[in-house]
């Protein structure tokens, strides 16, 4: 949760399926909360987004599954993937966090079904163009664009075209930003937003 945008990271793992095992590169954490599109079935389609902090200390293939470390040698990420059209690094590597990781784990080794909170809606980041355009009371924040019938964010009154600016009592200044608070909150857990 503390790791900042150009602080140093080093990513271990073995690259590129060649015996090039404990390999150590450096970088800097370039975001945090960066949600990148999965298609986990196959279909070409956007299934969910993960939430990963992006880096550009080098993550090739073979790396997955390897730590993503700060300069005090502490674990803050699981080495994931990379963006390339090349098939190798190009300077934009992913992590996932490793708290997520490691909440994700724990459901798994005690034998739970893994499951994820949502709130059921869907936002567009709210900038100081955006709120000046659309004549908002608000420069930051999550505009909801649309929800999902009986989903969470309906049965809590929340409507299309409102503007989310904290969840659980945490700032919200993106889209990304309100995605990552309901993730961080138990599924079922009443949290406050305004």
């Not at 960066?34 to 070409?44: A, E, F, K, L, N």
């Not at 963006?83 to 990781?101: E, L, M, Q, W």
């Not at 409102?162 to 969840?167: A, F, K, L």
Request: charged share 20%; glycine share 12%; with cysteine.
């Amino acid at each position: 949760d503390k790791i900042a945008v150009g602080e140093t990271a080093f990513a271990i793992g073995s690259p590129l399926d060649v015996n090039l095992s404990n390999t150590v590169t450096k970088g800097i954490v370039s975001a945090v909360n960066r949600q990148i599109p999965m298609d986990v079935d196959g279909d070409g389609k956007n299934d969910w987004n993960q939430t990963v902090i992006q880096t550009d200390a080098a993550i090739n293939p073979g790396n997955s599954g390897g730590a993503l470390v700060d300069s005090n040698g502490q674990l803050v990420g699981i080495c994931t993937l990379f963006s390339s059209d090349t098939k190798s690094f190009a300077g934009i590597g992913f992590a996932i966090p490793s708290n997520y990781a490691i909440d994700i784990a724990n459901q798994i080794l005690s034998g739970q079904q893994v499951k994820h909170a949502y709130i059921g809606l869907s936002m567009q980041t709210v900038t100081p163009r955006v709120a000046k355009r659309n004549d908002l009371s608000v420069d930051y924040g999550a505009y909801v664009a649309g929800l999902l019938d009986d989903s969470p964010a309906e049965g809590a009154g929340i409507k299309k075209g409102d503007v989310i600016v904290s969840i659980g009592g945490e700032r919200v200044v993106s889209a990304d930003a309100a995605i990552i608070a309901v993730r961080s909150h138990k599924i079922g857990e009443t949290v406050p937003v305004e």
